[in-house]
């Protein structure tokens, strides 16, 4: 979205359904930033128990504003794959090359929209969270360490709670 606000609760919904019923979840799956408000979490609570899914276990990646302004404003796009890189990243350059693409930076990574994403985060997705916190598993992992720390913390707070 162009402006950093949130799509419509039911629209997010219906796509999740569609997907879902499209693959084998019968070992879980992983949804990554949604719900995002609690409004889009009442219509995931009645997909799950629609579909009859096990309670979510929510893994939740800490980082600083800084930080994450940091990562959102290094995000360029491949012209022809539409594949969001850093653009610090050497395999991006190769990979959008190679597709016979050039990297953009992304149109909705401005600080007007970047602002709004914070802002939304803070008022709407908070809220999302410390809902969980009180109904189900919350890992909390450090996210400004190298991506494989992050993997192997998410692995072992996972198996800490049981899952493997």
Do not use: W
């Not at 997705?125 to 400004?144: A, H, M, Q, S, W």
């Amino acid at each position: 979205m162009l402006t950093g606000g949130l799509i419509d609760p039911l629209v997010s919904t219906n796509l999740l359904k569609e997907e879902l019923l499209n693959f084998d979840i019968s070992k879980g799956f992983i949804i990554d930033g949604y719900p995002r408000a609690l409004n889009q979490l009442e219509y995931f609570n009645r997909l799950t128990t629609e579909l009859n899914l096990s309670e979510p276990i929510i893994i939740h990646l800490n980082l600083s504003i800084k930080e994450a302004r940091k990562r959102l404003g290094n995000r360029v796009e491949c012209s022809v794959t539409n594949t969001t890189f850093n653009k610090y990243s050497e395999e991006s350059e190769k990979a959008c090359e190679a597709a016979g693409g050039t990297l953009n930076k992304r149109e909705d990574d401005n600080e007007e929209i970047l602002t709004n994403r914070f802002e939304i985060y803070q008022t709407k997705t908070l809220p999302v969270l410390d809902y969980y916190r009180k109904e189900t598993i919350v890992i909390d992992v450090f996210g400004e360490q190298p991506t494989n720390n992050v993997f192997n913390d998410i692995i072992t707070k996972l198996k800490e709670n049981g899952y493997d």
